[in-house]
Nanobody
Framework: QVQLDESGGGLVQAGGSLRLSCAAS????????MGWFRQAPGKEREFVAA????????YYADSVKGRFTISRDNAKNTVDLQMTRLKSEDTATYYC?????????????????????WGQGTQVTVSS
């Protein structure tokens, strides 16, 4: 089992910044790919960003490319999402996700079915 604890959500004005953090803890499993997804009210969950364990592959949704940056610290087992130039359409609950096995291809990190552990979510609200 992998427990994921997200933090850093909140209310911010459009154009502002927020940093989300996700801490992964497990006594028995190794965490490989990690990602962030979000879900706005009335909408389906969508991919935001993902990173492989080594950090050599990083993916972003087109809607956040150039504004969001994902990073991870394997020593601390954390993954962060730095969000800048926030827009009202970024308002959503953000979820951290993790996979406890290697994927056949890193592009699978962009799909929610790749992940087998999820955090509880943290709310991000951007006021215009």
């Amino acid at each position: 089992q992998v427990q994921l604890d997200e933090s850093g959500g909140g209310l911010v004005q459009a154009g502002g910044s927020l940093r989300l953090s996700c801490a992964a803890s497990s006594y028995t499993l190794t965490v490989y790919g990690m990602g962030w997804f979000r879900q706005a009210p009335g909408k389906e969950r969508e991919f935001v960003a993902a990173i492989t364990k080594s950090g050599d592959s990083i993916y972003y949704a087109d809607s956040v490319k150039g504004r969001f940056t994902i990073s991870r610290d394997n020593a601390k087992n954390t993954v962060d999402l730095q969000m800048t130039r926030l827009k009202s359409e970024d308002t959503a609950t953000y979820y951290c996700a993790a996979r406890s096995s290697l994927a056949s291809t890193s592009t699978l990190l962009k799909y929610d079915y790749y992940y087998n552990f999820w955090g509880q979510g943290t709310q991000v609200t951007v006021s215009s």
